[in-house]
C-alpha cells in the first residue's frame, strides 16, 4: 500500500499560477456574454440608488495611469455599493469638445483647415473624437471596469449638446450671462480666451525693469517734475499703460537722489534705493496716497499723459507701491480704470502681435517687443534699471506656453451675482479628504466672473443671436428652439445653416427692423461642456438622478470640473450637483516625479496588464494612499504582485481543502466547533466589519493590508498551517477536520465577496470552482454579514494571548533550529515553563498543543523559575527545545515512540495505522 495514497490531499483546478495576462480577457469575454451589467441592473432595481457620475476623460491618446487610477477607484465603489444594499449604476462618460482634438487633426492628421469649411472640420473632428473614444473605451474594459459600456455619455451627443443649451439659456434668464469687454486669460498660442480651469503656472525669465513716469501736474501736492517709479515684469505693457494707482491709505514718500525727485511708498523706499544703487539719498516730504489722486504724469513713450488713481489692490510686498497700470492687460486694472474712466487700450492682437497702437513696435510679437521697449525707454531717461529675474508665470494647460491678459468682448457667466449660493452648496457637500471643502471655498470666495466664450471651431456654439443694433438676443423662444434643433442634428447644423434658418419660424425683434440677424461665432468653454453633466447626463437619463451621490476625480479638478459644475449646478437649481466629492492625487514614478517621455519614466497600464495582469493594477490601486500623489514602478508592483500570489494561493488552499466538502451535508453547527475554530470565525467576523467599513470611508489601503495580514497571518501562519495535520492525515469525515472544513468554508465565501470589487476576475474565477454556490458570478451576490458569536470577546481575548506565547514557542524553535538542535518543527519536543496567567491559559485549552505548535511533542513542565538555565527566556514563559524521541511516521511525520505497534504498518505510527485499517484496507 502506498501511504501517500490514503493522505486527503488538496484537489481543485483552480490553477496556482494567475497567468492574468491571458485568463482575464477569457473571463471578460464571459461577462459579455452573460451581460453582467445589465444583471446586476436587474437584481438591484428595487434598492435605494447611489450615484457615481463619472467625470469625462478627455478622449484623446491611450489611457495613462492616472486614468487607471481614476476609474478603477469609481470601480471599488459602484462594485461595492451593488453588493451592499443599492442600484449602483455606472454610466462612463467624454469629454470631447476643445483644443487637442483641433491640435491632432492639424498636425498629428495634415489636415489643412483653410482648405474645408467650419462644419466640414467639425465632422472631422467629431470622426476622430470617436476614434479615440473607442480605443480608450476598450482599455477601461481591459481594466476590468464595469459600467453602461454601450451606452456611455459623450458631450457631442445631440442629446447632451441640447441639454448643455438648455443649462446656458437658464443662466441667461436668471441674468447670470452676460457679454463684456474685460480682460482675460489669452493664449497666444491657441489664439482664445482661457479659463482659470485652463491656467497651470511654470517658471519663467522674465526682464525686471524699474520706469520713471514724470509728474506733469501735482494738484498741489507735488510740484510737478518729480518722477513716480512704477515697477513690471511685462515691459511689452508699458505702451497700454494708461495710469498709476496708488494705495490710498499708504504713506508715500518723495526722495531728492542724485538731484532729482522720486515718488515711492515711505515702506519700499530702502528696498528701492538699494535697488537703484542711491548711495545718497534723503526723504524730503511725505504724504497720503489719497493726496495724490488724479495727479497726472507723463508716459514716457507717447505724447500722453497717466493718471493717478486709487486702488484697494495696491500692497507693499514687492515693487515700489506705485502700479503700472494697464486697464487692457490687467483685472484690477481694468476695474480701477473703469472707476476713473480711462478707459481700455489692448494693442495687442489674437496672435500675440503688437497692433498700430503700439505706436513703434506694431507688428512685434508681445515677447519680442520686449527689448525695443526697454531700449526706447531707456533713450527716453525713463528707464532707471533692467535686470531679470525668473518667477511662476501662467501658461496654456493646453501648450504649456505663456499667456498673457487681454482685454476682449467675451461672455461671462457672472459668478458674483450668485457666490453665496455657490459658498453655501460647498459647506453642505462632504468632502474627501476635508481639506477639499476649504480648497473649493476659497477659490469660489476669490474667484472673478468666469469667461465662458472661446475663439475655436470645435465645441458647442454659443446660442445668441444678434440683432441689427447689435443687440445680443437670448430667449426662452430661442433657446428652446435652437436646443431643439440641436437634439434633432446636432450643434453642427449652427454652421451648417444661415442665421435665418436657425431662428423659430417668424421670429421677429425690435432692433432688427429689417428682419436681419446674424449669429454669434464663439463656442463655448469645455468646462461649460462637462459642467453641464448634471443635467446632460443625470437628469437626461432614466436610469440616474440628480444629485448624485458621489464625483470622483483628481485634485485638479478643483478648479476644472468639480468648479463647472457648482457653478452650472448651483445656477440652474440653486444647489450643488453633487451630495459628496472625493479627489485622488497624481500618479508618479518609484521615485516620485512626474512621468513623462523625455524622462523615459512613464508606467503604462497597458504594459502593466499585458505582463502582469489588471487585477494586480488594480490591487496596486488599493494598496496606496490615493488622496495623495501615489507611486508606481517595477518595484512596486512586483511587490504588489507578491501580495497578490498570497492572496490567489489561500484562496487555492480554501479551495483544495474544501473538494470533499458538502456544506448541505457536512457544515458543523457552532456550537460544534472548537474553541480555534470559534476563534478563527471571530476574525472572520472583524475582517469582514472592517472591510465592509472601509469601503465605506474609501480607505481602500486598510481593506488591502487587512486582507493580506488575514491570509497571512490568522490563516497561513496559524489556523492553515495546524490545520493541514487534521486536513490531510483524518478520515473525511473525522468530526475536527469537518470542524476546520466548516471554518475554511465560511472564510472562502466571505473572502471572496470581499475582495471583489478590488479583484473582479479573480473573484469570480475562484467563485466559478465552488460547487455549492447557484449565483453564476459573485457580482451577483451580496457582501457577507458577521455573524453573532456569543462570548466572542472573551474567545478572542484569551486565544489572541495564546497566539503571542506560540509566537514566543516559534522564536524558541527557530533557535533551536539554526543552533542545528533540530531540522523542521515537526522534529521538536517543547517543555514549557510558566506562572500565573500563561499556565493557567496553556492548561484552559482543550486542542491538541502539539498540533497547534507543530511539534512531535509538548510538555507543561513547571513553573517559570524552575526553567534550566539554557532555556529560551521570553516575558511569560521559558522554552526548552529538544529532538522528539521516536521515529518519523511516514504518513503524517510526526516524530512519536509509537511508530511500528501496529503488526499491519510498522512505519506508522498507531494514530495513522488506525486511520488506514478503518477507512483504506480492504480485505
Same mark, same amino acid.
Given at each position: ?263 515711492? $511708498?515711505? @515702506? ?5 534705493? *538699494? ?7 534723503? %526723504? +524730503? /516730504?511725505?504724504? #497720503? ?117 487681454? $482685454?476682449? @468682448? ?5 459668478? *458674483? ?7 453655501? %452648496? +460647498? /459647506?453642505?457637500? #462632504? ?493
Amino acid at each position: 500500500m502506498e501511504y501517500k495514497d490514503t493522505l486527503l490531499m488538496p484537489k481543485t483546478e483552480f490553477p496556482m499560477r494567475g497567468n492574468l495576462p491571458n485568463r482575464e480577457p477569457q473571463i471578460q469575454e464571459k461577462w459579455e456574454e452573460m451581460t453582467i451589467y445589465q444583471k446586476v441592473q436587474e437584481r438591484t432595481k428595487d434598492r435605494p440608488m447611489f450615484i457615481l457620475h463619472d467625470g469625462p476623460p478627455y478622449a484623446n491618446g491611450d489611457i495613462h495611469m492616472g486614468h487607471a487610477l481614476n476609474k478603477v477607484l469609481k470601480d471599488f465603489i459602484v462594485r461595492y455599493k451593488s453588493m451592499s444594499g443599492y442600484n449602483a449604476p455606472y454610466v462612463p462618460g467624454w469629454d470631447t469638445h476643445g483644443l487637442p482634438i483641433e491640435t491632432a487633426l492639424t498636425k498629428n492628421k495634415k489636415v489643412n483647415r483653410k482648405e474645408l469649411s467650419v462644419a466640414e472640420f467639425r465632422k472631422l473632428c467629431a470622426e476622430y473624437a470617436w476614434e479615440q473614444i473607442n480605443n480608450q473605451r476598450e482599455q477601461f474594459k481591459r481594466l476590468g471596469v464595469r459600467g453602461d459600456w454601450e451606452n456611455p455619455y459623450v458631450t457631442l451627443n445631440p442629446e447632451y449638446e441640447a441639454q448643455q443649451i438648455k443649462v446656458f439659456g437658464e443662466m441667461a434668464k436668471k441674468g447670470y450671462i452676460y457679454k463684456g469687454l474685460k480682460p482675460v486669460y489669452w493664449s497666444p498660442s491657441s489664439e482664445s480666451a482661457l479659463a482659470e480651469a485652463e491656467i497651470e503656472y511654470y517658471d519663467k525669465r522674465s526682464a525686471s525693469i524699474y520706469v520713471a513716469f514724470t509728474v506733469a501736474q501735482g494738484n498741489e501736492v507735488l510740484s510737478g517734475g518729480e518722477k513716480i517709479i512704477i515697477w513690471t515684469t511685462t515691459p511689452w505693457t508699458i505702451p497700454a499703460n494708461l495710469g498709476i494707482a496708488v494705495h490710498p491709505d499708504l504713506e508715500y514718500t518723495v526722495a531728492d537722489a542724485g538731484g532729482e525727485s522720486f515718488v515711492v $511708498a515711505s @515702506a519700499l523706499l530702502e528696498t528701492v534705493a *538699494k535697488e537703484l544703487g542711491w548711495e545718497d539719498y534723503k %526723504a +524730503v /516730504k511725505t504724504f #497720503k496716497g489719497a493726496e495724490i489722486e488724479r495727479v497726472s504724469a507723463k508716459h514716457p513713450l507717447y505724447d500722453r499723459e497717466s493718471l493717478v488713481v486709487l486702488g484697494e489692490h495696491v500692497t507693499t510686498d514687492a515693487g515700489t507701491g506705485c502700479v503700472h497700470t494697464a486697464p487692457g492687460h490687467g483685472e484690477d486694472d481694468f476695474i480701477v480704470g473703469q472707476k476713473y474712466g480711462l478707459g481700455v487700450l489692448c494693442p495687442v492682437d489674437e496672435k500675440g502681435h503688437m497692433t498700430s497702437e503700439a505706436l513703434g513696435f506694431e507688428g512685434m510679437f508681445y515677447d519680442a517687443a520686449n527689448k525695443p521697449i526697454t531700449e526706447k525707454l531707456e533713450e527716453a531717461g525713463a528707464l532707471l534699471k533692467l535686470s531679470f529675474i525668473t518667477h511662476s508665470y501662467p501658461h496654456d494647460w493646453r501648450t504649456k506656453k505663456p499667456t498673457i491678459f487681454r $482685454a476682449t @468682448a467675451q461672455w461671462f457667466a457672472s459668478i *458674483k451675482d450668485f457666490r453665496e449660493d455657490l459658498l453655501q %452648496a +460647498v /459647506k453642505d457637500t #462632504k468632502w474627501v479628504p476635508a481639506w477639499g471643502e476649504t480648497r473649493l471655498f476659497n477659490m469660489v470666495r476669490d474667484r472673478g466672473d468666469w469667461c465662458i466664450s472661446r475663439q475655436r471651431a470645435w465645441g458647442v456654439p454659443i446660442p445668441v443671436f444678434y440683432a441689427e443694433n447689435g443687440e445680443p438676443i437670448i430667449t426662452d423662444e430661442t433657446i428652446d428652439h435652437v436646443s431643439g434643433l440641436f437634439r434633432e442634428h446636432g450643434s453642427n447644423i449652427w454652421f451648417e445653416r444661415e442665421t435665418k434658418d436657425l431662428l423659430p419660424e417668424g421670429f421677429t425683434h425690435p432692433g432688427s427692423p429689417n428682419g436681419n440677424f446674424t449669429k454669434e461665432q464663439d463656442i463655448m468653454d469645455v468646462w461649460f461642456d462637462s459642467g453641464s453633466s448634471h443635467q446632460a447626463v443625470l437628469l437626461e437619463r432614466d436610469d440616474l438622478q440628480r444629485p448624485a451621490d458621489l464625483y470622483l476625480e483628481g485634485s485638479d479638478q478643483y478648479r476644472g470640473w468639480f468648479n463647472s459644475s457648482l457653478s452650472t449646478g448651483v445656477a440652474v437649481t440653486g444647489k450643488a450637483p453633487y451630495k459628496g466629492v472625493l479627489s485622488h492625487g497624481f500618479a508618479l514614478d518609484g521615485e516620485g516625479r512626474k512621468m513623462s517621455k523625455s524622462l523615459g519614466n512613464v508606467v503604462l497600464p497597458s504594459k502593466v496588464m499585458n505582463q502582469l495582469g489588471g487585477d494586480i493594477l488594480r490591487l496596486w490601486v488599493a494598496s496606496v494612499d490615493y488622496q495623495a500623489d501615489v507611486r508606481v514602478s517595477d518595484n512596486i508592483l512586483k511587490q504588489v504582485a507578491e501580495v497578490y500570489r498570497k492572496i490567489r494561493n489561500t484562496f487555492r488552499f480554501l479551495l483544495g481543502n474544501l473538494a470533499d466538502f458538502n456544506p448541505e451535508t457536512d457544515a458543523l453547527a457552532f456550537d460544534e466547533l472548537r474553541d480555534v475554530d470559534r476563534y478563527m470565525m471571530v476574525k472572520l467576523n472583524k475582517l469582514t466589519d472592517k472591510v465592509k467599513k472601509s469601503y465605506e470611508d474609501y480607505e481602500f489601503a486598510a481593506i488591502f493590508h487587512a486582507v493580506h495580514n488575514f491570509c497571512t497571518i490568522e490563516l497561513s501562519s496559524f489556523y492553515l498551517d495546524f490545520a493541514k495535520d487534521v486536513l490531510y492525515i483524518e478520515a473525511p469525515d473525522n468530526k475536527e477536520r469537518r470542524a476546520i472544513q466548516t471554518v475554511l468554508y465560511d472564510t472562502l465565501l466571505s473572502l471572496v465577496k470581499l475582495v471583489a470589487p478590488i479583484l473582479p476576475h479573480t473573484a469570480d474565477e475562484v467563485w466559478a470552482h465552488i460547487d455549492s454556490v447557484s449565483e453564476e458570478s459573485v457580482q451577483l451576490t451580496d457582501m457577507p454579514e458577521s455573524k453573532e458569536i456569543a462570548g466572542a470577546d472573551l474567545l478572542e481575548k484569551k486565544w489572541d494571548a495564546f497566539m503571542e506565547l506560540r509566537d514566543d514557542v516559534l522564536k524558541a524553535l527557530e533557535e533551536a533550529r539554526n543552533e542545528k538542535v533540530i531540522g523542521k518543527s515537526l522534529t521538536a519536543s517543547i517543555e514549557v515553563y510558566a506562572n500565573g496567567e500563561a499556565k493557567q491559559l496553556l492548561q484552559s485549552i482543550d486542542e491538541n498543543l502539539k498540533q497547534l505548535f507543530i511539534v512531535s511533542g509538548f510538555k507543561l513542565a513547571g513553573n517559570y523559575e524552575d526553567a534550566p538555565e539554557d532555556a529560551h527566556t521570553c516575558e511569560k514563559v521559558k522554552i526548552t527545545v529538544k529532538p522528539a524521541e521516536g521515529e518519523t511516521c511516514e504518513r503524517c511525520w510526526v516524530v512519536t515512540t509509537d511508530v511500528g505497534e501496529n503488526e499491519n504498518h510498522k512505519t506508522l505510527c498507531t494514530r495513522c495505522a488506525a486511520i488506514v485499517d478503518e477507512h483504506y484496507t480492504t480485505a
